[in-house]
């Protein structure tokens, strides 16, 4: 797990180093991982793939969030964190320039979330 993710960073600073550069990632969920691009998942060819992520505070409760991925292949991946630092990671996702990645454990909760932003993202 920390291997694919380590290739998912790597795969995007790679990405960064070239001008004009413009990186594809639709919906991929291996093992506990899922990631993709909000404006490559948007404009794929399939009407199965989706990503997303979205926070809640209901009145008299706590914040929580969740992620949600399903692939082409309609595997699907999702998590729940109640993380204040995970919530704030969620609410800065908003442009479809915009890719997500999150990691489930076991039991459906959020061990990370990360958003990046960038050019390179269309």
Not at 28 to 38: D, R, V
Not at 64 to 89: E, H, I, Q, V, W
């Amino acid at each position: 797990m920390k291997r694919m993710m380590l290739l998912v960073v790597l795969s995007l600073i790679s990405s960064m180093l070239y001008a004009g550069y413009a990186a594809t990632f639709e919906v991929t969920i291996s093992g506990n991982l899922a990631y993709g691009s909000l404006r490559d998942v948007r404009y794929s060819s399939d009407s199965t793939q989706y990503i997303s992520c979205y926070t809640q505070h209901p009145l008299g409760g706590s914040s929580y969030g969740s992620c949600m991925a399903r692939n082409a292949a309609g595997t699907y991946k999702s998590c729940f964190t109640t993380d204040p630092g995970m919530l704030a990671t969620i609410r800065s996702l908003g442009s479809t320039s915009d890719y997500v990645w999150f990691i489930a454990n076991a039991s459906g909760g959020c061990e990370r979330i990360s958003v990046v932003s960038g050019s390179h993202m269309l």
